[in-house]
């Protein structure tokens, strides 16, 4: 789907999820959404809480699980997707905090593979992720799931390509700050929601957006292998879409 900015593509998107929580709302039922962080979505975020302020659209029925977190990262760090999620969205809506997932940017080296087995148990027990947001990295990467990631991945912890550390590296003081390291949700673990939309803004995506959506199936474009989901759909501005 094209838009002519972001704005627009933004507001088309919170339009989905706001229809989706309240028709779980409904009928007294669960909505699991899978949350993605970076700069795309903020316009995102911001149209949610719109939503909230202005129709009471209610997050009291929603439980998150966001993609990925730095890792080693402190829980309040500036930089940390945690602090970036409560900044953007939660902090502004009626979500119970209980039903915020975020991995662990804490967790201690010994315990990250029990950390992410159970991020994996607490999405099945969720029932699934009804919606997964997604943005995209210059590298095709989604999550954190970089380059060569095999699509039967599941949450783990990841090393971070020298291209993504030097991309996010506007977040922090210089580049060395930046972790090395990364704990992800997988690319099966993507596919396993019910539904996937990736939002993608900026002449600076339209390469890998072309070469996710119109190129092979490729486990070197990450994104690209969303072409094997029967419910995904790559939202974009008209720059985005530029070279399709
Ligand atoms: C980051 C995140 C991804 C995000 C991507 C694009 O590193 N881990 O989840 O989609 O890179 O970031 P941005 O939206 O700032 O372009």
Not at 118 to 132: F, H, P, T, V
Not at 186 to 204: C, D, E, H, N, Y
Not at 215 to 224: K, L, M, N, R, T
């Amino acid at each position: 789907n094209i838009y002519s900015d972001l704005k627009q593509g933004s507001r088309s998107v919170a339009r989905e999820i706001a229809d989706l929580i309240r028709s779980k709302q409904a009928k007294w039922e669960k909505c699991i959404l899978g949350l993605a962080t970076g700069s795309t979505p903020k316009s995102l975020y911001a149209e949610l809480v719109r939503l909230h302020k202005d129709e009471g659209l209610s997050f009291k029925n929603v439980i998150t699980f966001n993609l990925d977190e730095y890792y080693p990262i402190e829980k309040d760090a500036l930089q940390s997707y945690n602090r970036f999620m409560h900044v953007h969205l939660f902090d502004h809506v009626d979500i119970d905090p209980a039903n915020i997932h975020i991995p662990d940017g804490e967790a201690s080296k010994e315990n990250i593979k029990a950390h992410c087995l159970r991020y994996e148990q607490l999405i099945e027990d969720a029932g699934g992720i009804d919606l997964q947001i997604l943005g995209i990295g210059n590298n095709g990467h989604i999550g954190f799931n970089e380059p060569g990631s095999s699509i039967y991945s599941r949450t783990r912890l990841v090393t971070l390509d020298n291209s993504t550390r030097i991309a996010n590296a506007y977040e922090f003081a210089n580049i060395s700050q930046v972790p090395r390291l990364a704990i992800t949700m997988g690319i099966s673990t993507i596919l396993k929601a019910k539904r996937i939309v990736l939002m993608a803004w900026g002449p600076g995506k339209a390469p890998v957006v072309q070469k996710s959506v119109e190129g092979h199936v490729d486990e070197q474009i990450p994104a690209s292998l969303l072409q094997q989901h029967n419910d995904c759909t790559f939202v974009l501005d008209e720059m985005a879409a530029a070279e399709l």
